[in-house]
């Protein structure tokens, strides 16, 4: 597991295969109010064959079978190298893994794809600081609606790690927040008055 090729920080199985099976044994299938888990594997390597030693590892794991109890305990998505996640989806079925897609106007449609990992500055000038413009939060708007009227879902990477770009994806419905500032972030969701 690393981001770059200078920071290895361990293996997949380890860091996170092996504690999330362990915590998903623990609770059973779901938890009572449905949350899942949701793991999020980004292939940075270009090589197809990493996808073989991926299947034969996830499929050690009832959680990553489709036909096994603990099923809808996970959603694992595959984001990252575009041709590499695809084919992995698109040739092993019997493993509940989906991809995202990084690019918004040539994929929506194909069903593979569940969500979308769109990079905020190609889309939006907004840096997070005092308000959004009117015409980028129309058009943020547009984009999440249209992307959940098609049963998918939304995250963006980039952003601005700012209470003012959290307070914006919830108030459009953004479906996943990534933040550096996880800490901050809970505080911050915990302080909310939900409605």
């Not at 794991?61 to 695809?86: F, H």
């Not at 769109?118 to 058009?139: H, P, V």
């Amino acid at each position: 597991v690393s981001h770059t090729n200078t920071s290895y920080r361990g293996h997949l199985k380890e860091l996170y295969l092996d504690p999330l099976h362990q915590r998903i044994s623990q609770i059973g299938s779901i938890y009572e109010d449905g949350t899942i888990f949701l793991l999020w594997i980004d292939i940075k390597d270009t090589n197809s064959a990493i996808i073989e030693h991926l299947y034969r590892l996830l499929k050690q794991y009832p959680m990553a079978d489709k036909q096994s109890q603990y099923k809808n305990s996970v959603q694992i998505i595959l984001t990252g190298n575009e041709s590499v996640k695809k084919l992995f989806v698109s040739r092993y079925h019997d493993l509940n893994v989906t991809c995202d897609s990084n690019t918004l106007s040539s994929t929506f449609s194909e069903n593979i794809y569940t969500w979308y990992a769109l990079n905020w500055t190609e889309y939006f000038q907004w840096t997070g600081k005092r308000y959004i413009s009117a015409d980028e939060l129309t058009s943020v708007e547009e984009m999440v609606t249209k992307i959940h009227h098609e049963n998918k879902k939304i995250r963006f990477y980039n952003v601005p790690d700012s209470q003012e770009y959290w307070r914006l994806a919830l108030h459009v419905g953004i479906d996943l927040i990534n933040s550096d500032r996880v800490d901050d972030l809970a505080q911050y969701l915990r302080n909310i008055k939900w409605q």
